[in-house]
């Protein structure tokens, strides 16, 4: 898994709401993520979940009182404060957004805050009404304006039997923040379209021609380019993947005309393209409005025509933008990667081996060789297609950087 959250000390918080259930399942994930985790409780959070419950999931006993030491004879609040790198209070109430909002500091939970100069991340959850309400809107501001992290609740069906603002968002969600608090963001100044998925090609409103890409290798850039603070178009072929992240601009296309169109949209203000979408070559060449019939014939004739190449044509217009093709290989995989990136004008390319079990194609795993246009080759061996995606955009990182200091250099 690519996380930055290994070896980091989290505290997470838990205070009085229906919501503390949902905590459990981001303490464990959080271990898995290999952070190690202390969780600290407010007296109503007790009232939701057992300390006990949190102390088997963190593996550390959960801090609930005021003069707790802290290992031996440290004054707990502060103690913790120091070793923390990142502070969550999950779920966040209506309350202890307004102490911490208004500086009252009169239990463990929120000395501990006060106390701090790490990152502390707000995930309120509440009734819509309260979430509404100008007191909340105003300590959240507060809040905001003294530099804590915050996210929005989600929408939907309530604790409290209602509907509206005030859901906990899911936990996911909760971590790629918590991802994205711990990542520099040397890409902010980056305009990303990336290409992922299939494209499908129709015979008929029923059947279609397509491929096996599932999405996952263009998703797992999308979604790193973004926590890496660029502004991320993702043009998605058809595939069974929720969005990487709300954040992410996402178009839908189903085939490679469709592609084609959505990529020119937003091509003009684009710096970098990423073409990880598996591209049909082909389509048909007499698509049928209507649903073929089975005829009594053994055999079926389907004419193809030549669909447009969008990684040439782009190759041919990209001026000062960086453009990085993917080449799915089962032979031969450099010299032909290497023969794609010349003839189709690429700053970089990642080949893979798609004739090789369990990675490219649908798995969570890849395998790469990165090519660059001066010919200088690296081959990046298996992991997680999140990792790799990170080492993709190092270089493009690093392509960028070049540039910067050749044009320097002519000053
Ligand atoms: O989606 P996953 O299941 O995660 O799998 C990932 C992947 C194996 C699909 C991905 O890593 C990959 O290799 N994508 C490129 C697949 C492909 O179309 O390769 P190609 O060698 O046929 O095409 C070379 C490049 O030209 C690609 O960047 C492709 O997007 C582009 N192309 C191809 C044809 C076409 N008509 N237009 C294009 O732009």
Known sequence: MFTTLRNKEIIIAVTGGIAAYKTCELVRELTRR?????????????????????QTLSGHPVIHEMFELFTGSKIGHIALSDIADQMVIVPATANIIGKIANGIADDFLTTMVMATTVPVLFVPSMNAKMWESKMVQMNIQKLKDAGYELMEPGVGDLACGTKGKGRLPPIHEILEKMEDIFTEKDLSNERIIVTAGPTVEFIDPVRCITNRSSG????????????????????????????????????????????REAIMRHFEDATVIIKAAAVADFRCKNESTVKIKKSEEETYVLELQKNPDILAELGKIKGHRILVGFAAETENLVENAFEKLKKKNLDMIVANNVAKEGIGFGSDRNEVTIIEAHGRVRHVPEMTKEEIANIILDFVKRIMKKRKTTEDDWL
Not at 46 to 52: C, G, I, K, N, T
Not at 226 to 255: C, F, N, W
């Open 34 to 54: 290999g952070a190690s985790v202390h969780v600290v409780m407010t007296k109503n959070a007790m009232q939701f979940v057992s300390p006990l419950t949190f």
């Open 216 to 259: 996952k290798m263009g998703y797992a850039i999308a979604k790193i380019a973004k926590r890496r603070g660029a502004e991320v178009i993702l043009i998605s072929g058809m595939t069974y993947l929720p969005p990487p992240r709300s954040d992410i601009h996402m178009v839908q296309v189903r085939t490679a005309q469709e592609m």
